[in-house]
């Protein structure tokens, strides 16, 4: 009786291991090689394309998860401490930030991980996981850094804009989609970008624009023509939710399985999903596009005739009542997109002018000062691409760290990924290549605009302060320059200096931006009360409550709230430049 | 990203279960889909839907459908939603939004907290949510107080409603009396339309009370209404297999709320025989029938009203009651209770600490727990 217990025992054991021993086997790491500047595991390779990193993927999940891990990025490990350094708390200095970080990672680990794992499909689980073991080199094997970083873009606010032009909009007819990605939260990561090209054992190939890590994905393009690309929309609370399928693996899952538009929309529809976007989806085949707007429970389709576009909120009618307060610079990028489609480059639209597009900066013409403020191309543009389905040619713009954040604006390296798909092989060299755009004259000045932008986030203001100097001497009407001077010199307890600049931008005549326009006038009020001189403070808070911005719904603790208590009693500063209301 | 962040806090916090405020007009249901369910099987939500494809819809559905699925206690707080999305002509697609979470929790913050606080009052419960994905849940529990009992629930989805069967153990010394032995309950309990809910259930115990053998058979019938206000009613009836005669029992509740003020009257009565001691109310103290300065006792029939002033204050909220009761047999007059108490509402619900005083039996009362102390019906 015990010996055939003993036997039942071992029976179970070997049954086990029989049952064990495929994964093992699957799991084998391969060796990376390198030949003709070509970097290579298993079937997969890696090339530097012009200052463009492509890389093939090809196999079972686990296969592209482990040649992910090992060739898209040269150093995982900086990668991933670059990514943990962004987290709040990952360096507490203090008992109380030790606790709220421990309190954070516990509810994280035990709410939102098991939630997420719940919706992905196990494919992408299991490419997760051999992405893990890849970057390890075989030492680890847990995905939670990677899902969690997948998942951080639901978490997130970001910016982006899309669109799709064909038909009588172009030059040839076939349809042309341009893609900027903005994203604040990760442009330390625009470095690493790649254009990853997946030849996945299941579903149809596909390549992507995308980072390190994300097994998901923000845009790309697959083997049907079907392109698909995200752009965030602040959904109202009830609106979203972590207990869904991460909105990346969303967007890779309507790559790989969908053929047509209706197709994606199929996917889109019955995924449960997690916040809101305004998704552009074009097919090459017909050629058409559209827009689909989603919360977590709602999704609407917007079409268009012949072009399309998406900036951060929604357009629906069904969709606006869904949206949340806040302010994304949205109604300003799409009248950009219809000005230059329609007015400017109708039935001339091609790749050179789609990635003009996506690099516009509010050119002098048709304002009465300069801007040097942002036009469709945002101040925090990380990527920006050109798609054009009917080819499957895949434009990316060239960036590197010292371009940061002149994605649209570094050389655009064109991808024949249709070929790449039928041989698996790297391009000797791209279908060709845009130039970036020289940094000289008015362009020149932008880019230090721009540059002392970021300086000034990063709160280098001395820096900042002295590139905004060099463009205001050359244009002393520029618009956006004045506001940053004067709120910097402001922050730093410059009162009287600061409020000279403010009035010289409140006294221009046309201001481009009406967010702008107001935040200048609510600056205006704060520094007057500051001064004691409440008369011309509360004209300023009137002049900003009566600006009309229409991309903006209200949100508790914005200017609007401000200004409005400003009405009431004198705001003040804090030594730091922050309002208060005494 | 081992330290995940603010952003997911704020996220975690703009992630409220929030009720639906759309107004959508009638429309023909097209299309409906279930979103969200890993685990479960989708037939499981459509069986408590009160509508299907092709009807004409109705507002009073989104409320009916929720409260068909938190009856069945296996979903998440958040999501659970009923979405009408137009899709012109008149036409719209319903769609129901549901997580189905972990087995063992809904919630890890909940599931640590509960169990705590459980191990403080000498008692614990652990249920099994929708293990299988067809909607049955299996919960354990025990205490190892006065009220010793260990026992176990399966409850699972019939029609549209919840079907639930157990058991338990169980040993209890009161000053009243002792009684011991083991009872099985069956219960089917369905929202019959969006403000009614009716249950229907029966008792069997067999056991000792008082060192005297005791079995009875309790069939039960229950109805809550929850719309304008919040009330329930509850009938029951005794058989004893033992010799004793026949006992029939109602009782009733109704909460309103009005502004700052809530207003609770409840009663209780039996007829026939009296019933035996293990089956009378318990009333007084902080217990499911509250008179809360003054100690249990037991009644045979009861009326009670209770009004509260809750104070509008953002986090801390002050409360004064006022507890009055008429109970026999013994408590025909001097029965009113005045106290204080302090609430905060936290993600969990509700944590309420009291203090109660009887004037004219100087008798006191304090309790600290969670939820109201008034006890408010289902």
């Known amino acids: 009786m015990v010996f055939l217990e003993r036997k039942i025992i071992f029976y179970f054991f070997l049954l086990l291991l029989f049952l064990y021993c495929p994964v093992v086997d699957a799991l084998d790491i391969p060796e990376v090689t390198i030949e003709d500047g070509v970097l290579r595991a298993g079937s997969g390779w890696r090339i530097d394309l012009e200052g463009l990193r492509v890389g093939f993927l090809s196999g079972s999940p686990e296969e592209i998860g482990m040649q992910h891990g090992l060739l898209m990025t040269d150093d995982p490990e900086e990668l991933r401490q670059k990514m943990l350094d962004k987290q709040p708390f990952a360096h507490p200095e203090t008992l109380g930030e030790r606790l709220t970080g421990f309190f954070l990672n516990t509810y994280a680990r035990f709410q939102f991980y098991p939630a997420f794992l719940r919706h992905t499909p196990e494919e992408y689980i299991r490419e997760m996981r051999g992405f893990v073991l890849g970057a390890s080199g075989g030492e680890e094997e847990d995905i939670y850094d990677v899902m969690m970083g997948n998942a951080a873009q639901d978490l997130e606010i970001a910016a982006c804009s899309a669109f799709a032009a064909w038909g009588e909009a172009t030059q040839d007819g076939e349809i042309y989609v341009g893609r900027n990605l903005d994203h604040g939260g990760m442009l330390d990561l625009a470095g690493y970008q790649v254009l990853a090209i997946y030849n996945p054992e299941k579903g149809y190939r596909f390549a992507v624009h995308n980072y390190p890590a994300f097994v998901g994905t923000m845009s790309g393009m697959n083997e049907k023509g079907l392109v698909i690309s995200s752009n965030y929309s602040m959904a109202r609370r009830e609106e979203i939710t972590i207990n869904g399928l991460p909105y990346m693996f969303m967007l890779r899952n309507v790559l790989q399985n969908a053929a047509t538009i209706n197709e994606a929309l199929e996917i889109i529809k019955n995924t449960p999903r997690t916040i809101g976007l305004t998704l552009l989806l074009a097919d090459g085949k017909t050629p058409e596009a559209v827009v689909v707007e989603i919360t977590a429970n709602r999704m609407q389709v917007r079409t268009g005739e012949d072009y399309i576009f998406a900036a951060n909120r929604y357009l629906h009618p069904e969709m606006k009542e869904f949206q949340a307060g806040g302010w994304l610079a949205s109604a300003l990028r799409e009248k950009r997109l219809q000005e230059l489609i329609t007015d400017k480059f109708w039935g001339e639209i091609d790749v050179p002018i789609t990635r003009d597009i996506m690099r516009d900066r509010l050119p002098p013409e048709g304002f009465n000062q300069e801007n040097f403020g942002q036009g469709i191309n945002h101040e925090v543009n990380m990527a920006s691409m050109v798609m054009v389905p009917s080819r499957g040619e895949f434009w990316v713009g060239a960036v590197d760290d010292s371009e940061i954040p002149f994605a649209a604006d570094a050389h655009f390296v064109g991808v024949d990924v249709r070929k790449i798909w039928e041989t698996g092989e790297p391009p000797r060299e791209p279908i060709g290549i845009l130039q970036a755009t020289p940094r000289e004259g008015y362009e020149g000045y932008w880019f230090k605009a721009r540059e002392a932008n970021l300086l000034l986030g990063q709160g280098k203001r001395e820096e900042a302060l002295e590139l905004l100097e060099e463009v205001l001497s050359a244009y002393p009407r520029a618009e956006m320059p004045l506001l940053m001077v004067g709120r910097a010199l402001i922050r730093q307890g410059e009162i009287e200096k600061g409020t000279a600049y403010l009035e010289r931008f409140a006294a221009l005549e046309n201001h481009s931006e009406p967010f702008h326009q107001m935040e200048g006038y609510f600056w205006l009020a704060v520094v007057y009360d500051q001064v004691g001189e409440r008369e011309k403070a509360v004209e300023y808070y009137r002049r900003s409550l009566q600006v009309q911005i229409e991309d903006m719904p209200p949100v508790e603790g914005g200017y609007h709230y401000f200004a409005e208590k400003g009405l009431e009693t004198p705001l003040k500063l804090t030594p730091e430049g922050r309002v208060y209301i005494p | ?378």
């Open chain 2, 1 to 378: 990203m081992k330290n995940l962040t603010l952003a997911i806090l704020i996220f975690s916090l703009l992630c409220v279960s929030a009720s639906e405020v759309e107004a959508s007009g009638n429309c023909k249901i097209e299309e409906i889909i279930v979103l969200g369910l890993t685990r479960t099987e989708e037939r499981i939500v459509l069986a408590q839907l009160p509508f299907s494809e092709g009807d004409q819809w109705k507002e009073e559905y989104r409320i009916w459908t929720l409260r068909r699925l938190q009856l069945l206690d296996f979903f998440a707080y958040d999501p659970l939603r009923v979405i009408v999305e137009p899709l012109g002509n008149e036409k719209c697609r319903i769609i129901v939004r549901a997580a189905d979470p972990a087995v063992l929790y809904k919630e890890p913050m909940e599931f640590v907290i509960t169990k705590a606080v459980d191990l403080l009052f000498r008692q614990f419960n652990l249920s099994l949510f929708n293990p299988g994905g067809i909607g049955s849940s299996l919960k354990f529990y025990g205490g190892w107080g006065n009220y010793r009992n260990l026992g176990m629930t399966v409850s699972s989805p019939l029609g549209a409603g919840l079907g639930s069967a157990g058991g338990q153990i169980y040993s209890n010394s009161t000053g009243f009396y002792k009684e011991s032995g083991l009872v099985f309950k069956g219960d089917y309990s369905s929202w019959v339309n969006p403000s009614t809910r009716l249950t229907g259930g029966i008792d069997y115990r067999t056991g000792e009370l008082n060192e005297q053998k005791q079995i009875i058979l309790l069939p039960r019938g229950e109805l809550y209404y929850n719309n304008e206000f919040r009330g329930e009613i509850k009938a029951a009836a005794g058989f004893s297999f033992t010799g004793e005669k026949p006992f029939y029992r109602l009782q009733g509740q109704a909460l309103g709320e009005l502004g700052s003020f809530v207003g609770l009257i409840r009663g209780g009565f039996m007829a026939g025989e009296p019933p035996p001691l293990n089956y009378h109310f318990r009333l007084g103290g902080f217990g499911l029938i509250p008179l809360r300065g003054q100690p249990v006792e037991l009644a045979q029939n009861y009326l009670l009203g209770t009004l509260e002033y809750h104070f509008q204050t953002p986090q801390f909220i002050p409360i004064l009651f006022a507890d009055w009761g008429w109970y026999s047999p013994g408590g025909t007059g001097g029965n009113i209770n005045i106290g204080a108490g302090l609430a905060m509402e936290i993600p969990l619900g509700v944590i309420r600490a009291d203090f109660a005083w009887s004037p004219v039996r100087g008798t006191t009362g304090f309790n600290i727990g969670f939820g109201h102390s008034y006890r408010p019906p289902f």
